[in-house]
């Protein structure tokens, strides 16, 4: 076979051991036999594919893949030593406009939603509980609007499940939430994502 | 590569074929097509009987092995005896291999090829489609590569006067670094926001659209009515980055207004950057879709589609084939998408023990264009996930292939790092390496090249096959992941003029493109090379 035999030892060394044929008994042998030929049926199969796809050009770009498979490899090399200085970690860097930022961002500016002024980094917690979004507010706007609509089918107009009411009634569920997700924020480091 | 093309449309013959073309020409080739029968798993074959096994005429099927079929005389012989064949019989040194229908040349002892021979091939397959299958798969096929695709207006998109609007801008900016480079301040647990925001701030085609002002918010009707827009505040926040400050910005406008329009993702915890993305280009599309399109999910198959710059930009269109693996009828349906979510091979990976817990290791093959491999190939549809063939009138095992149609200028690719696990009832993280590469050709994904191997990669003698450059891609940005499941940091690497910069929220420091290469990706994005080398002429 053009496709020789080295194709099929290859195929037998790695899957499974070449049996012995000497020691099986005539029906086994009668089954190694026709394995090989379905293996070498497919072997075959797979190189004549390879064999037109490389003979037409088909087989894409395939130095500029391997440079690129080089790089990385390079890359992850040179990386990995530990003597090369690579990342420094990004919070306690300058950057390369020559600044420096504290841990939590500390510019200052008015929220768009209740008009307080709110520091940059605790912005999205405060954010969350002034929309009366998130998951604690939630549970706890579902337990007052269940409230608010019987009190709503009493005749009250107040609804405290809109998130941008100003009513008392979110006020105080906030001011709670609020100070316990500022211990949480404040006890943590730099590390915070 | 010129020795590629070159080959492709017209392998040269050794001196046999060509000898044997010149005698015999095409009825050889003629004579065997009733004969041609194709597998719908995409091989095809040679059966002469239906009754009787073909057997070599010299051993009778005493040494089996790969039967060849004489185009002359039509007579057998085995691996073993083709040799003999055709020492026997002057001048019968071609035959054909029954098993995938190629050429075999006996005295050259290889497979040979000619475009005459796979028409010839083709045109039989295409014969035995089932009838409906024709048009889709039949127009791939033949349709010639060198139809020159519509140029995107957006790619003259107002350069120069996004230019002058920059150097304009250009007061207090440190002049050495790109224009539009500055930080974004961590607002409690964004970072995810602000990885894709830094991307998206720097997409060619879309930074030069709202630079160009090609957006604006004095008749913005979205605005003008009370309503959220989302664009608008994409506005402010390039109008911000490329103002020449370069103090970290606070994008808590943006996060407001994101917020109403994803109540359903509002809330201070950590989120999935991807998720986020795809979020934000839906909030950018209502501003048009709505407008201009009476169905938000109308998308024109081929011309263009929604207009807004979140599609324009970043839309593409996905191929997916159906083949019933019983009767071999394809069905096409298109899908478009504005990312491809990939999945990491596992298979790759093998187990160790280590200290008596078997851990999967990563052997350092893990590539992206393995994942894509993976993307696109055919897949066995289970037997419980049996569809309906309408051809065979019932529910058949399927195979499944997808493919790329058409590409975005923008290619947006999320790298799908989870794993569930049934078992246990929880998904972890996949932290292995995957490589990716900086210049990528996504031909071998495209539908044609597809659809092309699925036909055995026949050729066709007409198709020119130029490489077509709306295929070649550039990297721009990575967003990396770095942490466990619920809870990590997002940290985007932009390449602006040839050098990278890691944009860690407020931080924007220089590295090197190994530290990126490197780097554990989780969102990669590339821009048409076109597009990537005229940004980088500013």
Redesign the interface.
């Known amino acids: 076979m053009w496709i020789p035999k080295q194709w099929r030892a290859m195929a037998g060394l790695l899957s499974m051991s070449v049996p012995n044929e000497d020691n099986m008994s005539p029906h086994m042998q009668l089954s190694s036999h026709f394995f090989g030929d379905l293996l070498d049926s497919i072997i075959v199969d797979v190189a004549s594919e390879c064999h037109r796809v490389a003979r037409l050009g088909l087989d894409r770009n395939l130095e500029e893949e391997e440079e690129e498979l080089r790089l990385s490899a390079q890359a992850r090399v040179t990386v990995a030593n530990p003597s090369n200085s690579g990342e420094t970690n990004g919070k306690y860097v300058v950057d390369i406009f020559g600044q420096t930022h504290p841990c939590v961002a500390n510019e200052v500016f008015d929220c768009m939603n209740c008009g307080r002024p709110i520091v940059a980094g605790r912005f999205a917690p405060h954010l969350e509980k002034c929309m009366g979004k998130g998951r604690k507010a939630r549970s706890k706007a579902t337990r007052s609007s269940t409230a608010a609509q019987n009190r709503y089918s009493r005749g009250s107009p107040v609804s405290a499940s809109s998130p941008y009411s100003n009513s008392t009634s979110t006020n105080r569920l906030l001011n709670g939430t609020y100070s316990h997700t500022v211990e949480e924020y404040s006890n943590g480091t730099c590390e915070g994502p | ?1 010129a ?6 449309a017209n ?1 040269k013959p050794c001196e046999h074929l060509a000898d044997y073309k010149l005698r015999h020409g095409l009825s050889g080739y003629k004579s065997i097509q009733k004969w041609l029968k194709a597998s719908p798993y995409g ?1 095809t074959s040679i059966k002469m009987c239906e009754t009787n096994m073909p057997i070599c005429r010299f051993c009778s099927g005493f040494h ?3 039967l060849f079929l004489c185009l002359i005389c039509s007579s057998l012989s085995c ?2 005896h083709t040799l003999l064949h055709t020492q026997s019989e002057n001048g019968h040194d071609i035959a054909v ?1 029954i ?2 229908s ?1 050429l075999y040349c006996s005295l050259c ?3 040979v ?1 000619d475009p005459d021979f796979d028409k010839v091939v083709v045109s039989k397959n295409i014969m035995d489609m089932p009838s409906k299958t024709h048009d889709s798969v039949v127009d791939d096929l033949m349709r010639r590569s060198s139809k020159r695709k519509r140029l995107n207006p957006l790619m003259d998109l107002d350069l120069k006067r996004s230019k002058l609007l920059v150097s304009m801008m250009d007061r207090r900016a ?1 002049s050495c ?1 790109p224009l539009g ?1 500055r ?1 974004l ?8 926001m602000n990885s894709v925001l830094q991307a998206l701030l720097h997409a060619p085609p879309f930074r030069n659209y709202f630079l160009s002002e090609r957006h604006d918010p004095e008749t913005c009707k979205k605005r003008s009515s009370g309503q959220l827009c989302l664009a608008c505040d994409f506005g402010v926040i390039f109008s911000a980055l490329y103002s020449g400050d ?3 910005y ?1 994008p ?2 943006f ?2 207004s994101w ?2 329009h994803s ?1 359903n993702l ?5 989120q999935d950057a991807h998720e986020f993305f795809i979020s934000v280009l839906d909030g950018i599309h209502e501003r048009e879709g709505k407008e201009r399109n009476s169905n938000k999910d109308v998308f024109c198959v081929d011309n263009g589609g929604c207009q807004c710059i979140a599609h324009r930009v970043f839309s593409g269109m996905l191929r997916s084939d159906v083949t019933c693996t019983t009767c071999g009828f394809t069905s096409t349906t298109y899908d478009p998408c504005v990312d491809i979510s990939l999945n990491m091979d596992t298979t790759n990976f093998s187990s160790v023990n280590v200290a008596n817990k078997s851990v999967r290791e990563d052997t ?1 093959r893990s ?1 992206l ?1 393995a994942c894509l491999d993976l993307f696109t190939r055919p897949e066995r549809l289970g037997s419980d996930q049996k569809l309906y063939c309408q051809n065979c009138q019932e529910k058949r095992d399927s195979l499944k292939q997808m493919s790329i149609k058409r590409l975005p200028l923008v290619l947006s690719l999320h790298i799908k790092r989870f794993e569930h696990s049934s078992l246990r009832r929880s998904s972890r993280k996949i932290d292995w ?1 995957l ?5 990528l ?1 996504m ?2 994904y495209l539908s044609p090249s597809i659809v092309r191997n699925r036909f ?2 026949r ?1 066709f003698g007409f198709e020119s096959d130029k490489p077509d450059i709306s295929s070649e891609f550039e990297i721009f940005a990575v967003v990396t992941h770095s ?1 466990m499941l619920d ?5 985007t690497y932009l390449r602006l003029q040839n050098q990278w ?2 944009c ?8 090197d ?6 780097a554990q990706c989780y969102m990669i994005f590339y821009v048409q090379k076109m597009l990537y080398c005229k940004a980088n002429e500013d």
């Open positions: 590569m020795t590629r093309n070159s080959d492709f392998p091989k089996q092995g790969r691996s073993d291999d098993e995938r190629e002892s290889d497979q090829y440190k670094y480079l930080g301040n961590n607002l409690g647990s964004t970072c995810f370069r103090t970290p606070s808590a406008q996060l407001y917020w109403q109540a509002a809330s201070y915890e950590q350092g590539t264009l390496y490589q990716f590469p900086f210049s050709d031909t071998p055995g990669n050729v942490g809870s990590g940091h997002y940290v910069y890691k860690d929220d407020a931080w924007v420091t220089e590295v493109e190994r530290i990126v290469r490197a």
